[in-house]
C-alpha cells in the first residue's frame, strides 16, 4: 500500500484497501479511540470454500466465499455476486461497503458478501442451480446463513431466481423453521418477497440525485441549475440497477443521452427511450446496431461525454486514473458498489465534480430487503390490516366535510383521496424517506466540520459514528 517512504501510493490500491483508505480518511473526524477503530474496519469471519460440480462430462471446482465484516448488529447482509472477478479482496471490500452502507441509512444489519467465481451468462441453468443449491448447503453446514445470521440477497450476476434455490435448499435443511423465510431477501413475489425490490436500488439512485440536486446553493457551485428535470444523464450498465434508474430518472424530466454497456454504447443528444433500449438488447443480446441512436463501439469512450451526471452501475473501478481527468460530468454517482477508485476521486474533486458515495446513493436495496426481512418476520404483507380501514375512515371524513360546507366533492377528488396504502407505496415512501433523511445527515455533517473535504468521507464518519455508538452501548468499550 505504502512506498518506502511511507507515503500511500493510491494508484496501487487493491479494493478493500481503498474502502480502508476512505475509512482512514474519515476516521480522524469521528472521535473514536484507535482500537474501536481497527474494530469496526477489520471483516469479522472470512468463509472461503472449494467444492466440486459435475459438469457436462468433467468435474470442476468451483471457488466461492462468505465474509461477514462486521457482528456489531446481526443478522449480516449482504448480496451473493456471480463474476468471474470474484476473489477474497474483492468480497472483503464489497462486505465492508456493506456495513457502512447500512449504518448510514439506519438499516440494523452488520455487512456480509458472497461470491462465487462462474460466469454466469455462460453456466448453463442446470449447474448454475447445482452451485447455487450446493452454496446454500455450503452456508447451512457452518451457520453462516439464516433469519438473525446473514442474510444474502442479489448482486451482481444473480436476482430473484437464485434467491428462490436458496430459499428452498435452506427450508429443505431446516424444515419447521417459523422464521426461515428471511434467511435470504430478494425473492420472487410467490416466495414471500416483497413489492419494489427489483427496482429498489435504482428507485433509490433517483431519490438520492433528486435530494442532492433540490439545494439551490450546491448546483450553483458546480454549475448547474435545481432540480433533475432537464439534467443529461449518462448510465454505464444496463443491468438491474442501470436499467431501473435510467427508466425512473426520466419520469423526473432529466435526459439519458447514452447508455454504455459492456459490448458497446449507444447515443442519442435528444434521449433515448430505455425501455425500448433494453427490449432491443434483450432480443438481440447486444446493444449494438441500435437503430434510435449513435452506436459507439468503444464503451468506455462515452463516459468521457458531456453530461450533467454520470452513473456509473455497473462494477468497480470504472472511472480511474486513467480517464478520470477526461470525465466532463459535474456530478458522479456512485450507483455501483467501488467504480470510482482513490487516485480517480482525487482527480474528479481537484476538478470540482460531486461524487455522491455508493456506501449512500445506491443503498436503497438493502433499505428495501430490510423491509422484505420484517414482512417475513411478521408474516403479514404491509398495509394488509390497515388499508381498508383507512379508506372507511377517509370516506367519513370527506362525508364529514360535505356535510359542513355543503358542498359535493367530486367522484374523481374522493378516489385520490381515500386511496389507502398498498405494499408498493408503502415500500417506496419508505424508501424515499431513508435517502432523503440520510443525504441530510451526511450533508448536514459535512456542513458542520468544515475540514470534511467531501461527501464520501462525511458518509463514512457519520456511518462511523453509529457504528462506535452501538459498540459503546454493548459496553464493550470503555
Ligand atoms: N447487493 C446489494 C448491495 O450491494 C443489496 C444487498 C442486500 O439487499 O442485502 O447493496
Known amino acids: 500500500m505504502a512506498d518506502k517512504s511511507g507515503k500511500l501510493n493510491l494508484k496501487e490500491l487493491s479494493f ?123 452456508l447451512v453446514k457452518k451457520n453462516f446463513i439464516g433469519p438473525g445470521i446473514d442474510v444474502p440477497a442479489p448482486d451482481y450476476g444473480t436476482g430473484e431466481r437464485e434467491m428462490a434455490w436458496i430459499l428452498d435448499t435452506y427450508m429443505t435443511m431446516r424444515p419447521g423453521e417459523i422464521d426461515g423465510y428471511g434467511c435470504v431477501t430478494g425473492k420472487p413475489m410467490s416466495q414471500n418477497g416483497i413489492r419494489g425490490r427489483t427496482e429498489a436500488t435504482g428507485r433509490g439512485v433517483v431519490y438520492a440525485l433528486n435530494e442532492a440536486c433540490s439545494y439551490e446553493d450546491d448546483m450553483k457551485a458546480l454549475g448547474l441549475s435545481k432540480g433533475l428535470d432537464g439534467k443529461r444523464v449518462i448510465v454505464q450498465g444496463l443491468g438491474n440497477v442501470g436499467y431501473h434508474t ?95 477508485t482513490p487516485a480517480a476521486e482525487q482527480i474528479l474533486l481537484k476538478k470540482g465534480v460531486m461524487i455522491i458515495p455508493d456506501i449512500y446513493i445506491n443503498a436503497g436495496g438493502v433499505t428495501v430487503s430490510y423491509f422484505e426481512w420484517l414482512k417475513n418476520l411478521s408474516h403479514v404483507k404491509f398495509g394488509r390490516m390497515q388499508k381498508r380501514w383507512e379508506e372507511k375512515h377517509q370516506t367519513n371524513f370527506i362525508k364529514l ?57 462525511a458518509a463514512f464518519a457519520v456511518s462511523i459514528n453509529k457504528i462506535r455508538d452501538s459498540y459503546y452501548a454493548m459496553g464493550i468499550f470503555p
Open 246 to 340: 435510467a427508466r425512473i430518472i426520466r419520469q423526473y424530466g432529466a435526459i439519458v443521452i447514452a447508455v454504455a454497456e459492456a459490448d458497446g454504447a449507444v447515443y442519442n443528444e435528444n434521449g433515448l427511450d430505455i425501455d425500448d433500449l433494453y427490449r432491443y438488447r434483450q432480443d438481440k443480446k447486444s446493444v449494438r446496431g441500435y437503430p434510435k441512436g449513435k452506436v459507439i463501439a468503444d464503451s468506455a469512450s462515452a463516459l468521457e461525454l458531456d453530461c450533467d451526471i454520470l452513473i456509473p452501475a455497473a462494477l468497480e473501478k470504472q472511472i480511474t486514473d486513467k480517464n478520470a481527468a477526461r470525465i466532463k460530468a459535474r456530478i458522479v454517482a456512485e450507483a455501483a458498489n467501488g467504480p470510482v
Open 401 to 457: 366535510v360535505e356535510d359542513l360546507t355543503g358542498q359535493k366533492v367530486s367522484a374523481k377528488r374522493i378516489n385520490d383521496l381515500i386511496h389507502g396504502a398498498k405494499e408498493i407505496d408503502l415500500v417506496n415512501s419508505g424508501l424515499e424517506d431513508t435517502m432523503i433523511e440520510a443525504y441530510r445527515d451526511i450533508r448536514e455533517f459535512k456542513k458542520r466540520h468544515k475540514k470534511v473535504p467531501d461527501l464520501r468521507t
Open 16 to 138: 478493500s484497501d481503498s474502502v480502508s483508505y476512505y475509512f482512514d480518511k474519515a476516521a480522524p473526524f469521528t472521535n473514536t479511540p484507535k482500537g474501536l477503530l481497527d474494530q469496526i474496519k477489520v471483516c469479522n469471519s472470512i468463509y472461503k470454500m472449494n467444492f466440486p460440480v459435475k459438469w457436462g462430462n468433467e468435474v470442476r471446482v468451483i471457488e466461492a466465499y462468505r465474509i461477514q465484516h462486521s457482528h456489531h448488529r446481526m443478522p449480516t447482509k449482504g448480496g451473493i455476486r456471480y463474476s468471474l472477478q470474484v476473489d477474497q479482496d474483492e468480497v472483503m471490500a464489497l462486505a465492508a461497503l456493506m456495513t457502512y452502507k447500512c449504518a448510514l441509512v439506519d438499516v440494523p444489519f452488520g455487512g456480509a458478501k458472497g461470491g462465487i467465481k462462474i460466469a454466469p451468462r455462460k453456466t448453463p441453468v442446470e449447474i448454475l442451480e447445482t452451485i447455487t443449491r450446493r452454496y446454500t448447503v455450503e
